[in-house]
């Protein structure tokens, strides 16, 4: 995969708000000039061009229990509009037991600003 860097680009840290049923959250990202995204809670992904000024991402994050033990996963895909130093995204998030099981699907919603301006953050 060939992603180009560019000012406009993700590249960088973002603190985000996060919206979903269950209420808002926020979470750090940090997205490589390579194609990789990784959420400061532990989850992994990718992120692909789609057009100026877009852009498309998906994660797994995992769900721990209070004793550190992984009961679930859940799988984000958003697709991003990015205006300057931020971005807003819309998808889904699925939520898989540890078993394999699926246990919900929801809509998601991300409103986030760069951390420290343009760069590699």
């Known amino acids: 995969m060939s992603v180009t860097t560019h000012r406009s680009g ?3 840290a973002w603190a985000a708000q996060i919206t979903r049923p269950q209420g808002t959250l926020t979470q750090t990202f940090h997205f490589t000039a390579d194609g990789q995204v990784f959420m400061a809670t532990g989850g992994a ?3 692909t061009a789609t057009g100026p000024g877009a852009f498309a991402f998906r994660l797994s994050e995992p769900v721990y229990d209070e004793h550190g033990d992984c009961v679930a996963w859940v799988a984000i895909d ?3 509009v990015q205006q300057g130093d931020g971005f807003t995204s ?8 540890s078993d394999g099981s699926p ?3 929801v809509e998601v919603s991300i409103a986030a600003a760069r951390h420290g301006g343009r760069g590699e953050g």
Request: aromatic share 4%.
């Open 10 to 12: 993700p590249a960088g």
């Open 90 to 97: 819309e998808g889904r998030s699925t939520v898989t037991g």
């Open 103 to 105: 246990l919900r699907t």
């Open 45 to 47: 992904g990718t992120w």
């Open 78 to 80: 958003q697709r991003a």
